[in-house]
């Protein structure tokens, strides 16, 4: 199962998504993490701390990889759930990283990864920020990024079986049915 979580900044989507998935996960299921905020500055280092802390109350197993979700791909089976979190970040970081702004051969290739993530594990949940409110600025780097981000959105929505959408902390399911147990 894949469940695609939008919304705003603060709209409650990533406490959802981690609340959904320990709801999915029974207990022969493990719980996977993958955090994609890269280590930039002592603020970023701060949250990422915070974050960790946070999860170690509950039994995340949490992967660092701010791009390139091939090299983990392998590690999940159908015992995981893994929560992504979030799309926004993976999507800057393999965009930016390489300087080749490639959208139309980037977005295919992060499908294809969410693809086979969604169906190497029991559950995918992917955490993703709406920043389409205000339109779409004619700044070269700004617009590429939102048009990448837009089409990915498009197509893991597609590939999804429920997607929903955050808005002051409650979840408006956008396509799909929740599954029996499930929230």
Known sequence: MIVFISGGVRSGKSSFAEQLA?????????????????????EMEARIAHHQQQRKRDRWQTWEQPYDLDRIISMFSKRDIVLLDCLTNLWANELFRD??????????????????LGDKAKGLIIVSNEVF?????NERGTYMYMHGL????????TL???AILMRYGLPIVKKGRWPCGVV
């Open 22 to 42: 320990k709801t999915m996960a029974e207990a022969t299921h493990s719980l996977h993490y993958i955090a994609t905020a890269m280590r930039t500055d002592e």
């Open 99 to 116: 300087h080749i702004w490639d959208v139309h051969g980037k977005v295919p290739r992060i499908v294809q990864q969410m693809k086979r």
């Open 133 to 137: 409110y205000d339109g779409v600025p």
């Open 150 to 157: 837009g089409l990915l959105h498009q197509h893991l929505v």
């Open 160 to 162: 999804s079986d429920v």
